[in-house]
């Protein structure tokens, strides 16, 4: 029987995501902490920073059993579940960042966009990744939501690169289908009569 060992976020103290990743693969786990590239002005000159996409969480792949030795490293404040069992991250999403994580392509946390059209890409370095495209001024981007955390992140997609839809958005939905939508049942439906 093959089981494929799960991923989960864990959060962090602020600013503590490298020590926490750094402490994680020490004690054996596999570990995914995505960056992107920002400029930042100092008094006398600009440096360019690398800072976490996903501020005070890291990924963290373990068996539930496992779940004492990851929550009890130094910075680590909590896994992230509901009713207090820990959630798993979906592994696409993980695969697509992972993909992000092995390339050197402009990128950016961006707002999180819970309904689109799911496209898959099938050219260039990001293959396989699935995501929301956005399009702006001269610039296409591919939108990578991770549905636990309700953040997303961006990526500049070459003008060349090929995406096929996967799935269109639906018009309504009547049952909701995911954790995440727990806000949706607490909001009253009022009705236009």
């Known amino acids: 029987m093959n089981t494929v060992i799960p991923w989960f976020a864990l959060q962090t103290k602020p600013r503590n995501e490298r020590q926490v990743e750094r402490r994680l693969a020490h004690k054996g786990y596999e570990c995914l902490l995505p960056t992107y590239r920002q400029k930042r002005r100092w008094s006398d000159r600009i440096v360019e920073v690398e800072l976490p996409l996903f501020p005070m969480y890291v ?30 991250v979906k592994a696409e999403e993980i695969e697509a960042l992972q993909l992000l994580a092995q390339n050197s392509l402009l990128r950016e946390p961006w707002a999180y966009i819970p309904d689109g059209t799911l496209v898959q890409v099938e050219t260039g370095p990001l293959t396989g990744a699935h995501g929301i495209i956005c399009s702006g001024k001269d610039r296409r981007r591919l939108v990578i939501s991770v549905t ?5 992140v961006a990526v500049q997609l070459d003008e060349n690169t090929v995406v096929s839809v996967v799935e269109a958005p639906e018009k309504s939905k009547a049952v909701l289908s995911h954790e995440s939508d727990l806000a949706l049942k607490l909001i009253p439906r009022f009705s236009d009569e």
Do not use: H
């Open 148 to 152: 636990l955390l309700q953040r997303s």
């Open 59 to 88: 990924f963290c792949r373990f068996n539930p059993s496992a779940l004492g030795k990851a929550i009890s490293t130094p910075g680590v404040t909590c896994i992230v579940g509901f009713g207090g069992q820990p959630a798993e």
